[in-house]
């Protein structure tokens, strides 16, 4: 299983970006996908987390301007970033919760993360 992250880039406050994270390979469901992120010197931490027929959830600090998404499809998350601060500096990772079988037990995949910076 990969999930393959793509979208970061360098970008003024008050701009946005889109994130986008593909997974593939022996999926047999995806419970969850979300994404978090990490600035330097920092724990990583959550930014938001779309779980299958369920509610998303995202951090106090995005919420009103970020939106999680997805595309069961596609296999896809989506991350809409609007009114982007300086602190939305850091390096974004993908990640899914899903089962390779149907008898198997839900594991914790990650991608290889995606830089976002946003200067003042």
């Known amino acids: 299983v990969q999930l393959q992250a793509s979208g970061g880039g360098l970008v003024q406050a008050g701009e946005s970006l889109r994130l986008s994270c593909v997974a593939s390979?022996?999926?047999?469901?995806?419970?969850?996908m979300g994404w978090y992120r990490q600035a330097p010197g920092k724990q990583r931490e959550l930014v938001a987390v779309?779980?299958?027929?369920?509610?998303?959830t995202y951090a106090d600090s995005v919420k009103g301007r970020f939106t999680i998404s997805r595309d069961n499809a596609k296999n896809t998350v989506y991350l809409q970033m609007d009114s982007l601060k300086p602190g939305d500096t850091a390096v974004y990772f993908c990640?899914?919760?899903?089962?390779?079988?149907?008898?198997?037990?839900?594991?914790?995949?990650w991608g290889q993360g995606t830089q976002v910076t946003v200067s003042s």
């Open positions: 990640n899914a919760i899903l089962l390779t079988q149907y008898y198997s037990t839900p594991k914790d995949y």
């Open positions: 390979g022996n999926i047999f469901n995806i419970n969850s």
């Open positions: 779309i779980p299958s027929g369920g509610t998303t």
